[in-house]
């Protein structure tokens, strides 16, 4: 069964502190790797991957993905109380919808 | 540029009620459609899609139906509500269906109650 999982679930830190968020997935016939932020009603892109090795960046975000490894990071330097949100990962495969994972909740506080 | 609308943003329904909520798509044409419910530490379940007028795919058997009577509409429905129906519920579509990136309306919190 194809699956997308995130890790951590959830996760707290201070402004300025450096997160990396992990998605590991399993999807057959796999296209590429999409990145979501959510705040709080409709998700917004942040990236797709689709090749290894070649990192995105987004300010001060990045992400980068091991096609190897069957897994993406999602990064995110210098967190801001914006920031606070809930990050999804995706997997896109040949011919069919978006697979998601289950979320990281990250809570940015001053 | 393509801009995708849904509602209601909010509802509150009885048990055994129906429900409709609908979605459109503008500034594009042939789009994919999606439906989505997001419940709480769940994640985003698919599901209904459809690639054209009156094809549609349903990802897991539930009380939801979905219907797509123009291009750039999109309808989830219900003839009698559960509990379990509650969530967020999420219209999305994309024009190349397969790992392209997908965008997502406003949202729609529905409660039953």
């Known amino acids: 069964e194809d699956k997308v999982v995130q890790s951590p679930l959830s996760l707290v830190v201070h402004e300025g502190d450096t997160v990396t968020l992990n998605c590991s997935y399993e999807?057959?016939?796999?296209?590429?790797l999409l990145w979501y932020k959510q705040e709080k009603k409709a998700p917004t892109f942040l990236f797709m991957l689709t090749s290894s090795g070649i990192e995105k960046k987004s300010g001060r975000l990045s992400s980068i993905l091991d096609k190897k490894e069957l897994f993406s990071i999602l990064n995110i330097t210098a967190t801001q109380t914006g920031d606070s949100a809930i990050y999804l990962c995706?997997?896109?495969?040949?011919?069919?919808?978006?697979?998601f994972g289950k979320g990281t909740t990250l809570s940015v506080s001053s | 540029s393509q801009t995708i609308h849904q509602w209601p943003a909010t509802l509150v329904q009885p048990v055994g009620s129906p429900l409709s909520l609908e979605c459109t798509v503008e500034?594009?044409?042939?789009?994919?459609l999606y439906w989505y419910r997001q419940a709480a530490g769940r994640g985003l379940q698919l599901l209904f899609y459809s690639v054209g007028i009156g094809q549609i795919s349903s990802e897991v058997p539930q009380n939801l139906s979905a219907s797509r009577p123009q291009d750039r509409q999109f309808i989830l429905s219900s003839k009698k509500l559960l509990l379990s129906d509650s969530g967020f519920y999420l219209c999305?579509?994309?024009?190349?269906?397969?790992?392209?990136?997908?965008?997502f309306g406003e949202g729609s919190w529905l409660t039953v109650v």
């Open positions: 995706a997997g896109g495969q040949a011919g069919t919808a978006l697979i």
């Open positions: 999305a579509w994309d024009r190349l269906r397969g790992g392209n990136t997908i965008y």
């Open positions: 999807v057959t016939n796999f296209r590429s």
């Open positions: 500034g594009t044409s042939n789009p994919n």
